[in-house]
């Protein structure tokens, strides 16, 4: 017989209590803030304007909400994110803090259309099988800016691998991808962006080990030709 299931059985962020409970832990506030989170709300805030659209593609749960909540970044939030369990945790607790449920979403990038003002994508690109569809997304509907935080480096790598952090019983794999730094600067310049590859503070340059295996965490910084302002020259390597 066939059915339709599969991205839902097949899907690794489908199938951890534990990713639930932290997630559901950082909706609550009760662990500390990502530092990559922080990273990406201060990179954002000389950008944003009042009013202005942001959409947080492979939100998890729409935690980031709050890192643009507490420093006063004045930006409409949306999260949109493939896995529908990570967004109902999200709709459950983050309405206490001033989201209206409909801005979370259950949306795969690749299904992505519309327009917003900033496109922010975070530990995402690299864990699926190519960066090339989901990032021509974001920088098509994107009108301002696109960050990413991704693993990138000069020596380029694509692996699926079995995932051993899932619940048990289950035999299930995921993309563990890094991508050359330069391609997917080149990738973002086409769509009309001038790029800015950034330091990430928290891997320092260093391979991070995630899920067993090395990550080279870096925020890319794509600001449309034309609307860079002065302050967001100060990242500038």
Known sequence: MITDGGWAAYNIWEHSAIVRDLYARRCRREVEE???????ARLLAPLVRP???LLDAGCGSGYFFHSL???GIDAEYFGIDATRGLIDIGRQYLPAYGLPPERLMTLRIEDLDGSVDHALCVNVLSNIDNYHRPLERLLRVARKSVILRESCHERASCQYVKDEFLDAGLDLRVYVNTYPTGEVVRFMESFGFDVSVIR???ANDEAETVIGYPHYWKFIVGVRRGVETPESRSWRA
């Open 200 to 202: 990430d503070e928290r």
């Open 34 to 40: 990502m530092t990559c989170h922080a990273q990406a």
């Open 69 to 71: 909540r507490t420093r």
């Open 51 to 53: 009013a202005d659209t």
